[in-house]
């Protein structure tokens, strides 16, 4: 019988990296759809003077929520899930996995970062509904707008996804309120949208720091404060840099039919 050795060289010359697997929501064939859609309009969206559209005219992106784990240390020793793929494999249809929480319980933060600035807003929160997100933007909107500055034509526009609390009839006429307007991504789709990024650099540095401060225990709250801190150390050039990418994102989604990106 062959050795382990054997088989991982011959799949490295056919291209396959034994990777860490990849978690992302069900693509459906509607799905694929929208997305492509979606990146054909913007595309066109962003011709001629609004070139500079992710950067001049969108104030924020908003979104996030991280997992609390009783032992952070562990848990950010914990080996990471690895197959044998080729790096670009892994984006089209695939399922995201359990949704259980083993030994914690998600932190809701309200996040939004902006062009130039930034993180602008970062709110806990416990439940998101409707009603909600209504009082949230009557609260905190007008604050999140005024530190992302002004953006060409005097718009009030920001990204998210397409949560239907966040899109639901009570939240849009809190907007139409504070003539402030949404560009919507399509479903399950965080390749498109940059904030997305941010979190996973987020999350890393927590884990780090649970390594190198040998965080064996962390109540909820504390660990809420640390999510804070980190939020509030983020870089604006690294932000910049991800919001810089949304052109690429979208052409890379024309190209793949709308299939997955490596965002």
């Known amino acids: 019988m062959a050795s382990r050795h054997t088989f991982s060289r011959h799949l490295n010359l056919l291209g396959y990296r034994f990777l860490q697997a990849r978690k992302k929501g069900l693509l459906t064939e509607k799905d694929r759809k929208r997305r492509l859609s979606f990146a054909r309009k913007t595309k066109r969206l962003c011709l001629g003077p609004n070139a500079?559209?992710?950067?001049?005219?969108?104030?924020?992106?908003?979104?996030?929520s991280f997992v609390h784990k009783y032992n952070p240390f562990n848990a950010a020793m914990t080996p990471k899930s690895r197959v044998w793929r080729k790096k670009s494999k892994g984006l089209e249809i695939t399922t995201k996995g359990s949704k259980e929480l083993p030994g914690g319980q998600r932190v809701h933060v309200m996040v939004a970062i902006a062009y130039g600035k930034g993180v602008v807003l970062r709110v806990p929160y416990t439940k998101m509904d409707g009603p909600f997100f209504a009082q949230f933007i009557k609260e905190h909107f007008r604050i999140a707008f005024a530190r992302a500055g002004p953006k060409q034509?005097?718009?009030r526009l920001f990204i998210?996804?397409?949560?239907?609390?966040?899109?639901?009839?009570?939240?849009m006429k809190a907007l139409e309120d504070i003539e402030a307007e949404m560009h919507v991504i399509p479903p399950r789709?965080?390749?498109l949208n940059p904030i997305e990024n941010m979190f996973h650099l987020v999350k890393n540095d927590l884990q780090r720091q649970a390594i190198c401060e040998n965080i064996m225990a962390e109540s909820f709250s504390e660990f809420e404060k640390r999510i804070l801190n980190t939020l509030d150390k983020t870089s604006v050039d690294v932000i910049d840099r991800t919001i810089d990418s949304m052109s690429g994102r979208i052409n890379a989604v024309i190209k793949s039919k709308g299939f997955r990106i490596k965002y």
């Not at 500079?52 to 996030?64: G, H, K």
């Not at 998210?160 to 939240?171: G, H, I, M, R």
């Open 153 to 155: 034509k005097g718009r």
């Open 52 to 64: 500079n559209f992710w950067c001049d005219e969108v104030a924020f992106y908003l979104d996030t």
């Open 160 to 171: 998210l996804d397409n949560d239907p609390c966040q899109t639901s009839k009570v939240a």
């Open 189 to 191: 789709s965080p390749d």
